[in-house]
């Protein structure tokens, strides 16, 4: 079934008639709705469904689901965190055994995928994990055998004071302890901590030491965590240290000492080892393994993943640095604290150096050189091939992972923000992006009755990714299947929240539909087919031409972020 792109924009033109005075309105959801084009993406990830994908019986199954419940795209996940590959590789290791799971070497998940898919009408997406190339919980990936391409990360190392010892705090706030550690917990990580009986807790407030206790004499409601002030968690000797020096009225304070260590030696880096996203190996292997399966599989796509920095702490490597004060123009600077200074006190926020603002263009700049590149090697493989991405859909803060995923028209003033930041959109690239809407609320109103954040929820994320693209691309709301486990209506309101806001939803994940039993919710969710609307030759091309015509577009609202730059990426 093929509609021809003159019928869609005139299909359009009511909606362009009715808005040419808005000032570029996203054409994109008008001329698809309109249509009836609807995305119905299912993400498969790779390690997650090595029981569900691991023979062709199996792969049949899932892609016969997949038609009854009228999916259009499926997006098979084909080098997972390791950074081993799920096909026979030239380039790449290839996964052969996950956490006791033995691996059939010879079966090829991409080649079955393809055929089984194909048979049934679907489009198949090959899905990478492009710059993590190891996982710390299984402890290899080529990040650990090439030590060499690891991620420099920018870690605080912090200590408490007493007039009679010190300690070391963990570096990771709001989390653990690690044995025999501490840990600082604050205000923002909620008002108490669940007790634990071999944990210790301290209450300090500015500098005084307000109450230590273990945790067999608090009460199971939680240990109360100070609005102005640090809850100290103890284990092991940390806990024994704490309960001798921190009794109440002693006055303490915190050291800092910048660290810059490899990111698999990292304790702020939980799950993934990234790569240097620079440096010429590691970008060179990425390209090698997008190409390789552009050319040996016919593949509708690939999806890129994890195509970003780890995290805000990274990369702070000699290379990173000699690079950026060439881009920069920079002779002499405070390294790494004229970027970014962390603060002995856990409560207070990173202090932003003068070189902040540049640093987050020139990173965002190295992703956008690296996607360029990406899409040219894929297309130039497989000239029907199309380019997609994942990026989570908290745009307000997707600046610490390197990442600008709008398009290059989207000129929002937010604080942290260079006049030529908007430069480095790469949403024009795309053919489409699925951004993470994970949240378990589907709309505003709902989350304001259950007191929640109504801009935490899937409508809202969904409203922000579309405005931040501008018609760019396509975007589909992608939504934590997880969260509705035990929810199937609220499912159905997530997938109506999507669908409302943008083109299409990606469901994450397979694993998740498979064991919350939850086909029977896509089918009623989905009860008649759709094109997808990235399926539409010229569809994209067609729209730009038309909304070039339209008045300039205003500058967009700043919207307040959702959280601060301590916003955790989830892995």
């Known amino acids: 079934m093929k509609l021809p792109v003159l019928s869609l924009l005139l299909l359009s033109s009511a909606a362009f008639a009715a808005s040419a005075t808005a000032n570029k309105p996203i054409l994109v959801q008008a001329v698809t709705r309109a249509a009836g084009l609807e995305a119905r993406v299912m993400w498969m990830d790779a390690t997650g469904n090595l029981d569900n994908l691991d023979t062709p019986a199996k792969v049949a199954d899932v892609m016969e689901h997949c038609r009854r419940a009228n999916i259009n795209t499926v997006v098979v996940d084909v080098k997972p965190l390791v950074g081993e590959v799920l096909y026979p590789s030239k380039v790449a290791k290839r996964l052969t055994t996950y956490r006791g799971k033995q691996y059939d070497p010879n079966f090829d998940l991409l080649q079955t995928a393809i055929n089984e898919g194909r048979s049934r009408g679907l489009k198949v997406y090959a899905a990478i994990n492009v710059f993590a190339e190891g996982n710390k919980l299984v402890g290899r990936g080529l990040a650990y055998d090439k030590p060499q391409w690891q991620a420099i990360t920018y870690v605080p190392a912090r200590s408490i004071l007493t007039e009679d010892g010190e300690y070391p705090l963990s570096p990771v706030i709001d989390d653990g302890p690690p044995a025999d550690g501490i840990a600082a917990y604050t205000s923002g990580s909620g008002r108490s901590k669940p007790v634990k009986p071999s944990e210790t807790y301290s209450i300090v407030a500015g500098d005084m030491v307000q109450a230590t206790v273990g945790g067999g ?127 002995p006190d856990p409560t207070q926020e990173a202090v932003r150096g003068p070189y902040f603002k540049p640093w987050l263009e020139w990173r965002a700049r190295n992703m956008h050189s690296f996607a360029k590149e990406a899409t040219r090697v894929v297309r130039a493989a497989r000239p029907t091939a199309k380019c997609a991405v994942y990026v989570g859909s908290w745009y307000p803060v997707y600046y610490s992972v390197g990442v600008n995923w709008a398009s290059d028209e989207y000129n929002a003033a937010y604080d942290w923000m260079s006049e030529s930041y908007h430069e480095t959109g790469f949403a024009p690239l795309m053919d489409w992006l699925c951004t993470g809407t994970y949240y378990p609320e589907p709309y505003r109103a ?97 729209i730009a031409d038309v909304r070039a015509i339209l008045p300039p577009a205003p500058e967009p609202d700043v919207a307040t972020p959702m959280q601060n730059w301590k916003l955790v990426v989830k892995e």
């Open 217 to 343: 004499a608090v009460q199971e409601t939680g240990v109360p965590i100070p609005e102005n002030g640090t809850l100290l968690v103890g284990d092991g000797a940390a806990g024994a240290w704490m309960a001798d020096k921190l009794r109440s009225g002693v006055r303490v304070r915190f050291t800092e000492q910048d660290t810059l260590i490899p990111i698999v030696q990292a304790p702020t880096e939980r799950v993934s080892a990234f790569v240097n996203p620079i440096a010429p190996e590691p970008r060179a292997h990425e390209l090698a393994v997008m190409k390789e399966i552009a050319q040996n599989y016919p593949v509708d796509g690939i999806v890129f993943d994890r195509m970003r920095y780890s995290s805000l702490s990274t990369d702070y490597s000699d290379l990173s640095r000699r690079e950026f004060e060439k881009w920069a123009g920079v002779k002499t600077m405070t390294w790494p604290g004229d970027i970014l200074q962390y603060t």
């Open 446 to 542: 709902t989350a304001k009755q259950n007191g929640r954040d109504p801009d935490a929820t899937v409508e809202a994320a969904g409203e922000l990714s579309n405005k931040v693209v501008s018609d760019a691309s396509f975007v589909y709301a992608s939504l934590s299947v997880t969260d509705f486990a035990t929810r199937p209506a609220a499912l159905t309101q997530a997938i109506q929240a999507g669908l409302s806001e943008t083109e299409g939803v990606m469901l994450f994940d397979l694993v998740y539909i498979i064991q919350n039993r939850q086909w029977g919710v896509l089918e009623a969710a989905f009860p008649r087919p759709a094109i997808a609307p990235h399926d539409v030759p010229e569809l994209l091309s067609k």
